[in-house]
């Protein structure tokens, strides 16, 4: 079947819509929606099933936007084919706590599948959201019985092809011949530019052969050549990718950004709204009366309507064909009924690992290996991995199964993974190389998605790599992020704390920094304490000074406590707080319990001492960059042994001598919203 006039008012309305909301809210990028109507009206018309009454259905397609920008034309879509998004919602693009931000984010919009914005990272979500596809299919799909077998489709411009985290998440989707996602390329030759001639077409900057290098990658590859008419050729090119069901594929689509403006084809049409003549001449041009905004005609609304009530009902087939498999596989499907619930298995936590304080001395990447050996069996969503350093990190438990076709783009298609809805990912690196992923963190924080960050080799303490591996910042960087919990354990128990966290805090990211070299266990450690963020580690009447520390140094400070005591008669209390985030959400009678007024508090941490002023009224850390050396010396380099904690903790005690102190827990008001 042809396409009609219909069809082509169908474009004209997504395009006239894009116009409308961001000339309405003086902000926003039209250029990419006008050029990319053609294809979305194809490809959610034609193609993807979804059911706009429950956004959820585990089985649609998804689709990603990754030139996220270009946001107003999924708002567009979503508002014709009848999700909860209001023709007053697309009036408030833009606006306070409009439900159409300026940038797709999964929390506000219903049907946006994950946050994007910085470019490269919607590309990189698709490719998580297809492992999870294919992995959810592999675990789930018996013969008569296709559960899984949705497609990832998602857009990119030009500036996700820069980005190296694109490259990145492109290459594993080639190794792991993802059949199932297709990817379409707006081929517009123009990224962010002003109103000069030339300023902002890719050729200043950008000229590789980005086919080549996806078939280089292992990707199926086609191009239409006409974008912005040729709508039968989309259509083909789309069933030609179906059909290709051994590696990902690619499409070319060569478009005129701002299709049908008096600025089409130009960096101008890219990060302004038109000009009022300019909207009125487009409206003129696809027949719409250039003195109305906000008009979608009602044949439009019927023929999208019929596309969402056929979504309805391949949900409906799918919800039966569950029922039957639930009967005829029961272990499975309740399993599946269960991570779709969002629910972790009963007693669970049973299993994490406790240990006393006459255990053995381990690292806490080793005891991270030792809570997920204990825990896989119960909880099979969860899925394991490591950016080449699994043996480095310990995130590989022994019977592990590698997830092969019959590896920093590891975190943004992490937020994928776990956008999905059936597994729960975690990921293995060096803290310090975290930051190549922070952009991706950021998101995860952003969109609410469980993801772990396994990051080992948390400070100083890895020694003879140097100051290239050695984090100082890192901490204080990602505790800065809202909705993220950064944990360092200071042993076992606290370890087994940190991840039944991480797993129960269904919307909040979690990054585990964990410690190359031995800790031993603490005398009051428990996973009870743990999950309170912060706990009294070593309580001691008449305390001169409080010791406040995570992971590595809680030991050296309970060791200064017994120097203090042994070498100066003066007593000395110790703190652990492994998570600044739980810790913070403690209730204040709790936290002054941890923290009393009338002590001096001395932070201790070997990283920078940005932010320790909430918990310490001084702070004893590392504000410039490590050494190379066995981990003993490097820290006695810096003096993070008894003796040069305990120097700092006489000279606190002696500044605050005769002074009403305070305890930093008591402020003008609480710091968490």
């Not at 609304?301 to 309805?312: F, P, R, W």
């Not at 940005?610 to 003993?632: D, I, T």
Request: proline letters at 5%.
């Amino acid at each position: 079947m042809g396409y009609s006039d219909l069809d082509k008012l169908a474009i004209n309305t997504i395009r006239v819509l894009a116009v409308d909301a961001t000339s309405k809210a003086n902000s926003g990028h039209p250029g990419a929606p006008m050029g990319m109507a053609p294809v979305s009206h194809v490809l959610f018309n034609k193609f993807m099933n979804f059911n706009p009454k429950n956004p959820d259905w585990a089985n649609r397609d998804r689709f990603v936007l990754s030139n996220g920008h270009g946001c107003m034309l999924q708002y567009a879509l979503l508002h014709l084919f009848g999700y909860a998004l209001s023709m007053d919602d697309l009036k408030s693009f833009r606006q306070i706590d409009s439900i159409c931000p300026g940038h797709p984010e999964s929390h506000d919009t219903p049907g946006i599948e994950v946050t994007t914005g910085p470019l490269g990272q919607g590309f990189s979500n698709a490719v998580g959201l297809a492992i999870a596809q294919a992995h959810s299919g592999g675990v789930y799909n018996k013969p008569g019985f296709e559960l899984f077998n949705n497609y990832t489709y998602t857009f990119f411009g030009d500036g996700c092809a820069m980005e190296g985290i694109a490259s990145e998440a492109a290459s594993m989707a080639g190794h792991l011949k993802l059949g199932n996602l297709i990817a379409i390329y707006d081929d517009n030759h123009i990224s962010i530019g002003e109103d000069q001639p030339n300023y902002g077409d890719t050729k200043c900057a950008f000229t590789e052969d980005v086919m080549q290098r996806f078939e280089s990658y292992g990707w199926h590859t086609e191009w239409v050549k006409d974008g912005d008419n040729d709508l039968q050729a989309i259509e083909d090119a789309i069933r030609k990718c179906q059909q290709v069901t051994d590696k990902p594929s690619v499409i070319k689509l060569t478009t005129t950004i701002g299709f049908g403006s008096k600025l089409a084809g130009t960096g101008g049409v890219h990060g302004n709204p038109l000009k009022a003549d300019d909207a009125q001449h487009v409206k003129s041009q696809f027949g719409f009366d250039p003195n109305q905004s906000f008009v979608v005609p009602q044949q439009v609304y019927d023929l999208y309507n019929q596309h969402a009530a056929e979504g309805a009902a391949k949900e409906q087939e799918w919800n039966q064909l569950f029922q039957k498999y639930q009967q005829a596989h029961p272990t499975e499907g309740a399993d599946l009924a269960r991570r779709l619930a969002g629910k972790l298995p009963e007693g669970w936590e049973k299993k994490l690992p406790t240990y006393k304080s006459t255990d053995a001395a381990v690292a806490s990447r080793k005891l991270s290996e030792a809570v997920l050996e204990s825990i896989h069996d119960v909880i099979p969503e969860l899925l394991s991995g490591s950016a080449d350093l699994t043996g480095s990190n310990n995130t590989r438990w022994k019977n592990a199964v590698d997830f092969q076709p019959p590896p920093h783009a590891m975190a943004a298609v992490m937020n994928g993974l776990a956008a999905y809805g059936t597994v729960i990912p975690a990921g293995g690196t060096f803290l310090n190389f975290v930051s190549y992923a922070a952009g991706a963190v950021r998101l995860s924080a952003l969109s609410r998605v469980r993801v772990i960050h396994v990051a080992t080799h948390d400070s100083i303490g890895l020694g003879e790599d140097g100051p290239t591996h050695q984090p100082i910042e890192t901490l204080a960087h990602f505790r800065a992020l809202p909705n993220c919990m950064v944990w360092r354990p200071a042993d076992g128990n606290e370890t087994s704390a940190a991840y039944y966290m991480a797993l129960t805090s269904k919307h909040t990211p979690s990054i585990l920094a964990l410690t190359r070299q031995n800790l031993p266990q603490l005398e009051l450690s428990t996973i009870e304490n743990g999950i309170k963020g912060g706990y009294v580690a070593v309580d001691t009447p008449n305390a001169a000074v409080t010791l406040i520390s995570t992971g590595s140094e809680v030991s050296i400070c309970i060791e200064a406590a017994e120097y203090l005591q042994k070498n100066h008669g003066i007593a000395a209390r110790v703190v652990s707080v492994p998570c600044f985030e739980v810790f913070d959400a403690q209730d204040k009678a709790y936290r002054l319990q941890v923290l009393p007024d009338g002590i001096p508090v001395l932070s201790v941490e070997a990283c920078s001492t940005m932010g320790w002023e909430r918990y310490s009224h001084e702070q004893f850390g590392l504000n410039r960059f490590g050494a190379s050396g066995p981990y003993k010396q490097v820290y006695e380099k810096f003096e993070f042994t008894p003796a040069g904690i305990s120097k700092r903790a006489i000279a606190t005690i002696d500044f605050y001598k005769g002074h009403s102190v305070r305890s930093p827990i008591n402020r003008a008001f609480q710091q968490i919203l």
